[in-house]
């Protein structure tokens, strides 16, 4: 079956650091990647998307590339904010079957000091 | 455009009581999911509806959860009787059907806790 694969955190910067969050998949063919973010007490939201191989999706100084070679879809930012203290899911749609149902990582935390 | 609705955003009940959660999807969206998030468990999903219709349920835990969509703008998740390990944050979440490329769409939850 499909799987998705993320570090552990909690991950622990200081402010204007430069983050990697490592995630890697298991899925047949060309499925569909993402980057979710769930801020304290709320849902989550899509950060970046990537929907074939060597796209990169990018949003807010985030950036994630398909390396379908690799089957990774690493999340990086080069100058973190406090405010980008949050939980972040990678996650995978598959590309056939019918049915586009998710797999979400287990999360990975994200904590940034002033 | 409101987003996904969740009611009621907090509940408390004591243990053998039924608890229904209620979901609005964003309107033109067939797809609706509902998930659950524990610290111990991460993010499950406990089921996905198409068009209104139960697809994959398999992610219930038991008979006591029960999951109905009687219109396209309407959900719930029913958990009968409450047991304490059912405290968690209930998610629902929408999207457009018919693509792996269509983003999901998550409502703010319902933190429940069950004494």
């Known amino acids: 079956g499909n799987s998705v694969t993320q570090m552990e955190g909690p991950v622990t910067l200081s402010e204007e650091a430069f983050l990697t969050i490592n995630c890697t998949y298991t899925a047949t063919g060309y499925p569909s990647l993402f980057w979710y973010v769930q801020y304290p007490g709320e849902g989550l939201q899509l950060l970046l998307k990537?929907?074939?191989?060597?796209d990169k999706g990018s949003n807010k100084g985030f950036e994630a590339t398909y390396r379908k070679e690799t089957t990774s879809f690493h999340l990086e930012k080069g100058s973190v904010q406090v405010s980008d203290s949050a939980v972040y899911f990678c996650?995978?749609?598959?590309?056939?079957?019918?049915?586009?149902?998710?797999?979400f990582g287990r999360g990975t935390s994200l904590i940034v000091h002033p | 455009d409101a987003g996904v609705i969740q009611s009621p955003r907090h509940e408390v009940t004591e243990m053998g009581q039924e608890v229904t959660l209620r979901c609005k999807p964003i309107?033109?969206?067939?797809?609706l999911f509902w998930y659950r998030q524990t610290m111990m468990r991460g993010l499950e999903l406990l089921i996905y509806?198409?068009?209104?219709?139960?697809?994959?349920d398999s992610g219930m835990p038991e008979d006591r959860f029960s999951a109905k969509m009687p219109n396209a703008s309407f959900s719930t998740l029913k958990i009968q009787p409450s047991e304490p390990r059912d405290s968690a944050v209930y998610f629902c979440?929408?999207?457009?059907?018919?693509?792996?490329?269509?983003?999901?769409?998550f409502g703010p939850g319902t933190r429940l806790l069950v004494l």
């Open positions: 990537a929907t074939k191989a060597d």
């Open positions: 979440a929408s999207s457009s059907s018919g693509r792996a490329d269509q983003t999901q769409y």
């Open positions: 996650a995978l749609t598959p590309a056939s079957g019918g049915s586009y149902i998710p797999t």
């Open positions: 509806f198409n068009n209104n219709v139960p697809i994959d």
């Open positions: 309107s033109g969206h067939n797809s």
